[in-house]
Nanobody, 116 residues
Framework: QVQLVESGGGLVQPGGSLRLSCAASGTTFRFYLMGWYRQAPGKQRELVASITSGGTTDYADSVKGRFTISRDNAKNAVYLQMNSLKPEDTAVYYC??????????WGQGTQVTVSS
């Protein structure tokens, strides 16, 4: 069982930055594929970025060059650095942990609002 708690969301002006954090419980964190998803009102949840246990990263085209995902296995944490934020980045951001097809966990979400 893995519990995930996100933090770091908030209101930011276009062009600004935010850093999301996700704290995970459990001793097997380092084996999990970690991801950040987001869901805007009226839209489906989408994958923003992911990072494997070995540190390989992947990004949605819409955030490439602006967002950076990282993880610290010693702290059981994963981060999402978001730069050059746009109004269309406004969404609830969710942390996700996955190990195989039967061990999938979600955080409660953190709101990110980009507006002037």
């Amino acid at each position: 069982q893995v519990q995930l708690v996100e933090s770091g969301g908030g209101l930011v002006q276009p062009g600004g930055s935010l850093r999301l954090s996700c704290a995970a419980s459990g001793t097997t964190f380092r084996f999990y594929l970690m991801g950040w998803y987001r869901q805007a009102p009226g839209k489906q949840r989408e994958l923003v970025a992911s990072i494997t246990s070995g540190g390989t990263t992947d990004y949605a085209d819409s955030v490439k060059g602006r967002f950076t995902i990282s993880r610290d296995n010693a702290k059981n944490a994963v981060y999402l650095q978001m730069n050059s934020l746009k109004p269309e980045d406004t969404a609830v951001y969710y942390c996700n942990a996955k190990f195989g097809n039967s061990h999938i966990y979600w955080g409660q979400g953190t709101q990110v609002t980009v507006s002037s």
